[in-house]
């Protein structure tokens, strides 16, 4: 008998060292959810009827390239609704050739021919799919954002089809409006040609110029809010030399005379792109478009291709913040908040309080009832408890897992379940005994028939549970964790623990007539 006892006494004190190790101290190897530590409770709307209007007048503009690069007549090509769109002033005898065109290159547009020209919409099936990778994507690129900028086990959750779910505990009020910026700025960024410093103090007195009609391949753009020097409106180039798409990295620096600037460095394609323009282009402006406005517009001094920078009238902060948007990418689509709550740490501070009071009473009602009613075994069943919260918090901090209120919930009620592990198991001993068998009898007889009982009991407990963190939200995903570790912990404490200490006991006594139970 000792001989087995050796292992199994070994695997219960590695199983407390090592939970003990992994949990100690709770207040460090814990993550505390936000109802528990604070912080921000948010729900985007991604617009994704904009990502494909986006979509459409990128269409538009290849379109009209295509029309152009083959020699199909045409009047103008115009966007109707989000994505519809009209090419206007068609030729019947390019028809052929047009129809050719459209089935190789847009494939995923459905188009017929009218009196005036061609009709185009997007096909229902592929607008479909396209929401669905705009959600997605913006959900990657928040998480990317929030998890560069150090926010402690944040949740990221989608809730139905265009909603995004956003919660980050311990966010202190300073970050608050920092994190808003991040999250929110869509930070498409885009090099251009300018064709017209200017500035002009209003989009129509840039159009003076061109008597009011602006050519396809130009746009006006206005210069961010708060620059120093430029105010007003400058006239570009439509089509872009590079995007933030071609980057493989940005980093904030120092520049001369200490000035913030963002280094970036750009893959092949884009490198060859930069040096072939840069090249031509010396001692013009390029300007550096961040969400359709300009931030800056330095002169090409000389021909760049891998490496560059972007410089302004940035701080420290703005230049970090603009770095970190640009290594995540940008979002596919605008956001729009639908909900927003702030928890501050003192209301998080008191439900842990409570929390904790509610574990402890429990705890302490259980222990008392167990010594009333079963005596000496019920010290077997304190101890077996005892040690099911140590594991339970031991493995919630080795799996990084984070602790809700609700996850407090699952562990007063894990509580309740390990002790009826016990009952069951000492129960069926009582009874053997009174049906006349002998103690060390019963006590193996009692473990036996109870195992599969208390097995069939947790097996389907955990079945709910692993539904309930499938498809709940993170708080009822934080009840979900707690449970399933505590239901897995009580059966290895009830189960086997219990069974080592009724032996150690009972085992050596030759002539057992009864036990305290």
């Known amino acids: 008998m000792m001989k087995t006892m050796g292992w199994k006494i070994v695997l219960i004190l590695a199983v407390i060292v090592f939970s003990v190790v992994m949990s100690y101290p709770p207040s460090e190897k814990i993550n505390l959810g936000l109802d ?92 479909m799919r396209m929401k669905e990778q705009t959600v997605n994507q913006a959900l990657g690129t928040i998480q990317n954002r929030v998890d560069e900028f150090g926010v402690a086990s944040p949740v990221f959750q989608r809730q139905g089809s265009d909603r995004l779910l956003i919660e980050l505990p311990g966010v202190s009020d300073k970050e608050k409006r920092r994190i808003m910026g991040l999250i929110r700025s869509t930070a498409m960024l885009e090099f251009k040609k300018m064709v017209d410093y200017g500035p002009y103090p209003t989009e129509a007195d840039a159009l003076k110029k061109y008597n009011g009609v602006l050519p396809d391949d130009l746009m006006i753009l206005k210069w961010t809010a708060g620059h120093p020097r430029y105010k007003g409106y400058s006239v570009l180039q439509a089509a872009n030399v590079i995007t933030g798409r071609d980057m493989k990295n940005a980093q904030h620096s120092l520049g001369e005379f200490s000035a913030p600037q963002v280094n970036f460095s750009l893959d092949s394609n884009g490198a060859g792109k930069f040096r072939t323009f840069t090249a031509a282009n010396v001692g013009q402006h390029l300007a550096i478009v961040l969400d359709k406005k300009i931030i800056s517009a330095p002169v090409i001094q000389d021909v760049l291709s891998y490496e560059s920078m972007i410089t302004g009238n940035f701080t420290v902060e703005e230049t970090e913040d603009l770095a970190l948007k640009l290594r995540s990418g940008a979002l596919p689509a605008p956001l729009r908040i639908e909900h927003e709550q702030i928890i501050g740490p003192s209301l998080g501070g008191d439900s842990i309080r409570k929390g904790l009071y509610a574990c402890i009473v429990g705890l302490f009602l ?152």
């Open 36 to 127: 528990l530590k604070g912080g921000m409770h948010l729900v985007f709307r991604v617009e994704t009827d904009e990502a494909i209007q986006g979509q459409t007048d990128n269409a538009v503009v290849r379109l009209k390239g295509v029309l152009k690069q083959h020699s199909i007549q045409f009047e103008k090509v115009i966007r109707q609704g989000r994505n519809k769109i009209d090419i206007i002033g068609t030729s019947y005898e390019h028809e052929e050739r047009l129809r050719d065109r459209l089935d190789e290159e847009f494939r995923e547009w459905d188009y017929i021919f009218t009196g005036t020209g061609v009709a185009l919409s997007l096909r229902p099936n592929v607008e």
């Open 366 to 517: 259980v222990m008392v009832f167990m010594l009333f009613y079963y005596r000496t075994a019920g010290i077997n069943s304190i101890i077996a408890l005892a040690l099911n919260m140590v594991i339970l918090l031991g493995i919630l901090a080795y799996f990084k897992a984070t602790l809700t209120l609700p996850g407090i919930a699952g562990i007063i009620l894990t509580i309740g379940m390990a002790v009826d592990a016990n009952v069951l198991i000492f129960e069926r001993i009582k009874e053997d005994l009174r049906a006349g068998k002998a103690p060390k009898s019963a006590i193996d007889s009692g473990f036996k028939k109870a195992f599969v009982t208390i097995l069939d009991a947790n097996l389907t407990t955990i079945i709910a549970a692993i539904f309930l963190f499938q498809f709940g939200t993170s708080a009822v995903k934080g009840f979900a964790v707690t449970l399933m570790i505590g239901i897995v912990a009580s059966m290895f404490t009830a189960v086997f623990v219990s069974r080592v200490i009724f032996d150690l006991i009972y085992a050596q006594k030759k002539k057992l007539k009864t036990i305290s139970i």
